[in-house]
């Protein structure tokens, strides 16, 4: 779907020169490589990161699923927690540069991660994109295998936006997707439905500075039987350049601005505040739970953690204002050298 009344370039890069702003689709074709050429060409290709990531959103657990291709390496994670039994499972792989390649175009590609007992792949198809897990157990975590159909003929708005960064630039493109299929996990199995459940597409082509920070959060609902929800994230910006944060209404990702995440950085499982300054977005996230990575390899290191949870507050969708309670959701940190 479209956000009505902004650019739609066929590419996000054409006669060389870069779209920046904020755009009313994904471009069709989506390489910001086409800018250079030559040996430039070879060397940005060296700071690229891609990935594309979901956000599953169930009553019943908390889940989320990636794969990425950060040119030194291609790697891929995958964790739910069960909220009845209160445990996070998780699977990880790590492959060698060239086993996770995006296409330029999203629409009839597919990207994977096939290893000996772990399989996660995506097809995106016009009318439907597929997500197809298949992960062995290991001595500490279950057997993950699942398919889950998402529906573009019913998703939000997308949230496409480029933009220069201090050291860098960022391409991403985000949606919410009803869901449908089934995950299971270990002997549980998960039935999604496509009037309650959700999943969120969080795809990313940036170039992004050698020492990376963000704080970043997302969440979905429904109202009235369309997906609504928020992005919102806190990183270096250069002034007057679009950034990522959000409100997905039924016709729009309306753009936020100056968001404020309160919370205490020490105890990262207590609440946080999280407001915009114009007061469309007030909520309050109450984790319950958070996935962490720790690497430190020399000139390359990630402290990062994911903190899963409820929302609840206020969000004004445009045509009302919507009082959230228990609406599942994630927020972040990331600091990095990349």
């Not at 996070?88 to 994977?112: D, K, T």
């Not at 007030?282 to 962490?292: A, H, I, L, N, W």
């Amino acid at each position: 779907m479209y956000s009505a009344g902004m650019f739609e370039p066929r590419s996000l890069v054409e006669n060389g020169v870069r779209h920046y702003g904020r755009l009313g689709a994904r471009p069709v074709s989506v390489n910001p490589l086409d800018e250079f050429r030559g040996p430039w060409r070879r060397l940005r290709r060296t700071r690229l990161k891609e990935w594309a990531g979901f956000t599953v959103l169930h009553p019943e657990i908390y889940a989320s699923m990636i794969l990425q291709d950060a040119k030194y390496l291609a790697s891929s994670e995958i964790y739910v927690h069960d909220r009845a039994t209160g445990v996070l499972h998780q699977h990880e792989q790590v492959a060698p540069p060239g086993a996770v390649r995006f296409a330029g175009r999203l629409i009839g590609s597919s990207v994977a991660l096939r290893r000996k007992r772990y399989a996660l792949s995506y097809e995106f198809a016009a009318d439907r994109h597929r997500i197809e897990i298949d992960i062995a157990a290991t001595t500490d975590a279950p057997a993950f295998t699942g398919r889950l159909d998402l529906l573009p003929a019913s998703a939000s708005p997308a949230l496409s936006v480029s933009s220069r960064l201090p050291g860098g630039t960022m391409y991403t493109n985000k949606a919410l997707y009803p869901v449908e299929g089934s995950l299971r996990v270990g002997e549980r199995e998960f039935v999604f439905r496509p009037d309650r459940d959700l999943a969120i597409l969080d795809e990313h082509k940036s170039a992004l500075p050698y020492r990376t920070v963000w704080t970043w959060g997302t969440f979905g609902t429904f109202a009235d039987g369309v997906p609504v929800g928020a992005n919102f994230v806190d990183r270096p910006e250069l002034p007057g350049q679009p950034e990522e944060s959000a409100i997905w209404t039924a016709a729009a990702a309306a753009p936020l601005a100056d968001v404020d995440f309160g919370w205490d950085a020490s105890a990262p499982l207590s609440p946080w505040r999280i407001r915009s300054a114009d007061g469309r977005l007030d909520v309050t996230f109450t984790p319950e739970g958070r996935k962490t990575v720790d690497l430190q390899l020399g000139v390359l290191a990630m402290d990062y953690f994911q903190a899963y949870g409820t929302f609840a507050g206020s969000l004004d969708i445009g045509t009302r204002t919507l009082e959230l309670t228990d609406v599942h959701g994630v927020c972040e940190q990331m600091r990095a050298r990349l």
